[in-house]
């Protein structure tokens, strides 16, 4: 057989790696997929505990998505989306705005979650300058935020491992603090003062709100942030205060939409309406590329003018729309109504975190929180300084994949886990920090 490992790495400069950690790290080429599992060349099975990067959820090579791609497949792949439409796309957009509160009801599609989140941004800032407001050029995020990784969404960003190195190429982004949240295991909520981050907000806005377009946050939950889960609360008040400064609000779900905190989109536990909405991640359940932005009639109104006065929205990506994710979108929606998901969920994410919260008994666990189908933790007080490399080779002996953050391990599974899988990879964890690391 080929030495897959050797060619890959002849040839492949692997995602958000320092490519270096594969001299001693193992590169695992996998071979086939099925449910929550992985399976590599050696037979060797893993648990998908991240769902892939946060993108799958109904597990892999799933029937009902399977059918629908190779079904769209002998039909029609792929055509521009400018002049031109197809059925999928129309079908989708109706069921995702009927999903969502009534005034967000144009879906602007691309085909990552970064693309997304320039998308908004653009349109934010273009949505001022049509309506004739020329000072706004700037942005407002929260500390600790992740938004992804082209430039205008590294702005926005703000976890300095992914940034650092690119500050002189960036635009101006301003920030505001964030709360974080306690865990209660008793009525599953998260909460915790934030009148401090609320009143550093306000100070913010008194002094910048003028050139200020819009407010970027991921409501609930800062995935890529370590997992840094805060009060829907401080959202409410939050978004509240900063559109009466007349100020956008970008809600980025590209990782908590579609279910993960519990409810199908995190905003309907803040109760805002965002003017933007970015999705993506497990838009298509983890098969292909897709994402969209949906906003108001309102703002797209503002764009809406005879073609000589030069305010459309010119931006465009070429597989903007592709029928076969849309197609695995669609299938998505149907697994969401046929089973009803969010529902069955609710019952495993509280049976998990039961499990879950019981690694708090180890001295090197901390701030144990669970929102909807993500568990996570703090490892502290590790001799290793690269603790959580360390929980994910031991994970991967045991045949559990967690690719920890930092040191924060979570477990972010798809929906389909059972509960006897889910309670396995905590045992896995249990065993894990007995050791001395
Ligand atoms: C993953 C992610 C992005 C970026 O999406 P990509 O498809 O990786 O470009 C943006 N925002 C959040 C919150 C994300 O989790």
Redesign the pocket.
């Known amino acids: 057989m080929l030495d897959l490992k050797a060619l890959d790495l002849a040839h492949i400069w692997h995602p958000c790696t320092q490519m270096k950690d594969h001299e001693t790290l193992p590169l695992i080429p996998i071979q086939s997929a099925k449910g929550v599992y992985l399976y590599d060349f050696d037979g060797k099975s893993f648990i998908d505990g991240i769902s892939s990067w946060?993108v799958n959820l109904f597990g892999h090579c799933n029937p009902i998505i399977n059918t629908a791609i190779v079904q769209q497949l002998e039909q029609l792949e792929h055509i521009i989306l400018a002049g031109f439409s197809h059925e999928g796309i129309i079908t989708y957009s109706k069921r995702l705005c009927a999903l969502l509160p009534q005034s967000l009801q144009k879906c602007f599609y691309a085909d990552?979650?970064?693309s997304a989140?320039e998308v908004a941004l653009k349109m934010s800032f273009h949505s001022h300058y049509n309506a004739g407001n020329k000072e706004k050029n700037a942005f407002l995020s929260l500390a600790n935020a992740?938004?992804?990784?082209t430039l205008g969404?590294l702005s926005v960003g703000d976890v300095g491992l992914y940034k650092s190195a690119y500050k002189p190429l960036l635009l101006e982004a301003l920030n505001t603090p964030v709360p974080s949240g306690m865990w209660n295991p008793n009525d599953n909520t998260i909460n915790g003062d934030y009148h401090r981050e609320i009143e550093a907000l306000e100070q913010i806005l008194k002094k910048h709100a003028h050139r200020i377009c819009a407010f970027i946050l991921?409501p609930l939950l800062q995935?890529?942030g370590g997992m840094n889960m805060y009060p829907s609360a401080y959202v409410q008040e939050a978004c509240v205060l900063a559109q009466k400064y007349n100020i956008h609000i970008i809600f980025?779900e590209?990782?908590v939409g579609f279910g993960r905190t519990g409810s199908m989109f995190a905003l309907e536990q803040c109760d805002v309406v965002p003017d933007f909405l970015c999705l993506?991640?497990g838009i298509t359940g983890g098969y292909l590329p897709l994402s969209v932005v949906v906003t108001s009639d309102s703002i797209y109104q503002g764009f809406y003018a005879p073609y000589e006065e030069q305010k459309g929205f010119l931006h465009s990506h070429s597989y903007t729309g592709n029928a076969l994710a849309i197609a695995a979108a669609n299938a998505v929606l149907n697994i969401f109504e046929q089973d009803n998901t969010l529902l069955s969920n609710r019952s495993l994410s509280a049976a998990i975190a039961k499990q879950w919260s019981m690694l708090s008994k180890h001295k090197k666990v901390s701030n144990v929180r669970v929102c909807g189908m993500v568990f996570a933790f703090d490892l502290i007080g590790c001799r290793f300084a690269r603790a959580g490399l360390y929980v994910y080779e031991q994970a991967l002996e045991k045949g559990v994949l967690l690719r920890p953050l930092g040191n924060t391990i979570y477990f972010m599974p798809p929906y389909i886990i059972s509960l006897e899988l889910a309670e396995y990879v905590c045992g896995v964890l249990d065993n894990i920090l007995e050791n001395e690391f």
Not at 146 to 149: D, L, M, N, P, S
């Open positions: 946060w990552n979650g970064s989140v992740y938004h992804g990784e969404a991921e995935c890529a980025d590209i990782a993506s991640k």
